[in-house]
């Protein structure tokens, strides 16, 4: 095994790590230090304040993330299919859903 071989393992270990600890920062930690302006809650209760359906469709967006990432390794190369098969129609659906949300409270206001 040659030095850039044993580079591009360690790299593709670090790269993996990060990845997660991002996802981590971006579904747990940074909403919790933005909060919500306005709505009265107290940033440290934004877990508390999510329904089940929410927390469900967090988690099925981290497991198809994590399965499709270790299916099409966009580390080895895969990246274009795994951008349209993983994150794609992750963001899409959170999207919808944003939106959806938005028309919901607009109508109860």
Excluded: C, H, N
């Amino acid at each position: 095994m040659g030095y850039t071989r044993v580079w591009r393992l360690l790299l593709t270990g670090v790269q993996e790590v990060l990845l997660i600890v991002l996802l981590f920062s971006i579904i747990f930690i940074l909403p919790s230090r933005l909060g919500k302006g306005g709505s009265g809650k107290k940033p440290g209760k934004l877990m508390a304040a999510l329904s089940g359906k929410v927390r469900l469709g967090i988690f099925v967006s981290a497991v198809w993330l994590l399965v499709w990432a270790v299916y099409f390794r966009p580390w080895a190369g895969g990246v274009l299919v795994f951008a349209l098969v993983g994150p794609s129609p992750v963001l899409l659906g959170w999207g919808i859903f944003w939106v959806v949300e938005g028309f919901r409270k607009d109508q109860d206001a």
